[in-house]
C-alpha cells in the first residue's frame, strides 16, 4: 500500500500521466477474461486459499496476501475503472493506467451506502486487490503471456478529509487488465449487477452475460457451473444455491431453469421474438416489438461505444415493467428512449 498524500493540489504535481475519472453515469463494463474465468473469491469471510484454474488451455493461480484473496465484491473498484476508460476511449479521449477518481463517486456508482464504514470497506477492498497476485496464461487484448501481476499495480489515498476519511484515490491498473481495455475486450453489464447482493449471483450473472450474450439460452452442466463459478461449496451444496436463485430468478435480463441431466438452463428473459410465433422464452408473445437491424446501427451512432444489445435488452425490460404496451413504431420508441439515455 502506498503512503496516503493528505496535502497539496489534486492531483498532485509530478504525479506523471493520469486520467481523472470524471464521466458522469458512464456505462458498467466488465473485462472478458475475469467474467470468464474465476479470479475472485466468493467468500464473505478472509479467503486465505491458494486457487488454481484449469480449463480449455487456460491455467490461472490466485495467491492472496495476508489480508486475503480480493473478492467479487472488491471487483466493484476494476468495474468502476473501466467503465470510465471505456467511456474515455468513446469520447476520444486520452487515457492512463493511472486513474485518480473520488471515493464518493465510486460508492455511489456501485451502490453502496456512504458511511464511514463503506469507506473503511472500501480501503480494504483496494489492499487486497493489491495484495492479492496471479500467474495466468489467459489472452487479453489478443496476447497469450504466462505472466504474474497483482489485480491493481499500486493505490494511493490523494487526499483525505479531516476526519481521516479518504476522499479522493490514485489506482495504478495491472498492465493485463489495461491491455484488455485498450483492446476493447469488455462487455457491458446491467446497472442491476451492482444490486446483486450475494457473491454467486454476481458470478453466474457474469457468466451467463459473457456466455449467454444476446443469444436466446444457454445450457451448462451443474459440474462446469460449479467449476467456472470459483465456488468453493461441494457439489450438493452449490447445487441447492443454484436451485435457491432458481426460485428467486434474482439475475437482471436472464432467466434460469433446470433440466434433466443436472443441466442448468440460461434464457433471455425479454426475448426477441418474431410476430406470429407465440411465446418466446422469454414470455413475450405475438405482441413482442422486433427492431431493425439499422434501427440497432443508428443506436450505435446515438451513442458511441455503448452495446447496442444491451441497450436493447435494457429497454425491452422498461417496456416489460410499464405493462407491455403495444407499439406502433418500435424503432422510432427504441430510439427515442436511446436519446434520452444519452442525455442523461
Known sequence: MSAAVTGGAYPPNGQGDFFLCDIFDAIPKNDLASMEHPLFSLATRPDRRILNYQHNGAEIT??????????????????FCVSQLMAALNAGRQVSRTLHLKAHDLLLATNRETSGDAYRRLRE?????????????IVTGGEEVTSGFGLIESWEIVRKARGGRMVNVAVTLSDWL?????????????????????????????????????????????????????????????????????AAQPLPDYAMEE????????????????????????????DTPVLKAATLERARDLMPGADVYALEAEWRAMWARTGRPRLRQADAAFLGWVKKRGLE
Open 259 to 286: 433440466l434433466p441431466g443436472d443441466l442448468i438452463r440460461f434464457s433471455q428473459k425479454y426475448a426477441v421474438t418474431e410476430p406470429g410465433n407465440g411465446r418466446g422464452s422469454g414470455g413475450a408473445g405475438a
Open 125 to 137: 477492498s483496494f489492499e487486497r486487490l493489491a495484495g492479492t497476485r496471479i500467474t495466468t496464461n
Open 62 to 79: 490466485v495467491v492472496p496476501s495476508v489480508k486475503g484473496l480480493a473478492t467479487i465484491h472488491d471487483k466493484d473498484i476494476l468495474i
Open 178 to 246: 489495461f491491455r484488455a481495455v485498450m483492446s476493447k475486450s469488455v462487455l457491458t453489464l446491467s446497472r442491476d449487477y451492482f444490486r446483486l447482493r450475494k457473491p454467486l449471483e454476481r458470478r453466474i450473472y457474469e457468466l451467463t452475460r459473457k456466455h449467454c450474450g444476446r443469444q436466446q439460452a444457454w445450457t451448462i452442466s451443474v459440474e462446469t457451473l460449479l467449476k467456472k463459478s470459483g465456488s468453493a461449496s461441494p457439489r450438493r451444496v452449490f447445487r441447492k444455491m443454484v436451485r435457491d436463485m432458481i
